[in-house]
């Protein structure tokens, strides 16, 4: 294991069944914490839990979470309490992306992208809040995205919900430091992710172009950044978004370095 400065810690991560979620409960399994794995797709978080039982002993537990909805949202949190005996750690990485044209956009779409990506940070960041209060203190991680600050035609609601993240992050970071709750966001480039697979597949050339180190993410990448900022020798950051996108677009032309 680690440091055991997160050992025997209890956390919860939403959309955990695969991609970054999955890396960043293996990562902290790995550190010695109890993770609730928390996703809508209740059999496939099952599996997920079952695939990481046989290095973590008792330490997994799956729970399906539906972050739109308050009632789905307090049980898991229950259940952490009950099964761990107390909550420490709140990762909101449960995301959707959908692609459309402002124009055509439907207020169905909107509502949906915006309730789970946005909302759903909000609920289950609200949800923990007064149970990591009574404990002294916790850590809250929201995931955003490249997206927010260079948003692409066709992903308006998308990029809108994770620049809003942003914003609270920053503005729950400074309300929550007098109760020792840190919160930061981790925002991915291109990962290599079931998410991405159609946009590598498709736009892989001309994405790497853009990208400074000519690699796209991986979930570990995110994973080990999740450890530290959990950990306390993250103490004296809060309300910081970390770019995690092998430093696409931090300049205007990246491939020239390369050509």
Request: glycine share 10%; aromatic share 4%.
């Amino acid at each position: 294991m680690g440091n055991n400065q997160l050992d025997g810690k209890a956390a919860i991560i939403t959309g955990a069944v695969q991609g970054i979620g999955y890396a960043i409960a293996e990562k902290l399994l790995h550190e010695g914490v109890k993770v609730l794995l928390a996703d809508v797709q209740g059999e496939a978080v099952e599996d997920a839990a079952d695939r990481l039982q046989d290095s973590s002993g008792e330490r997994v537990k799956p729970c399906r979470l539906d972050v739109s909805d308050r009632e789905s949202i307090e049980n898991t949190v229950n259940t952490c309490i009950e099964v761990f005996g107390g909550i420490d750690i709140l990762v909101n990485n449960a995301g959707i992306v959908s692609r459309g044209k402002v124009a055509e956009l439907s207020l169905e779409s909107w509502n949906g992208i915006l309730g789970v990506n946005l909302t759903g940070t909000l609920l289950c960041s609200q949800a923990v809040i007064p149970r990591m209060k009574s404990r002294g203190g916790g850590v809250i991680l929201n995931a955003s995205s490249f997206s927010a600050g260079l948003p692409d035609i066709n992903l308006a609601a998308y990029s809108v919900s994770k620049a809003g993240i942003e914003v609270l992050t920053r503005v729950m970071a400074a309300e929550l430091a007098p109760h020792g709750i840190r919160v930061n966001a981790y925002s991915p480039g291109v990962t290599r992710t079931p998410m991405t697979r159609d946009l590598i597949e498709s736009r892989g050339e001309e994405k790497l172009r853009h990208i400074s180190l000519k690699r796209f993410g991986t979930p570990e990448d995110i994973g080990e950044l999740a450890v530290f900022l959990c950990s306390e020798r993250s103490s004296y950051i809060t309300g910081a978004v970390f770019n995690v996108d092998g430093g696409t677009m931090i300049v205007e032309h990246p491939w020239k370095a390369w050509d």
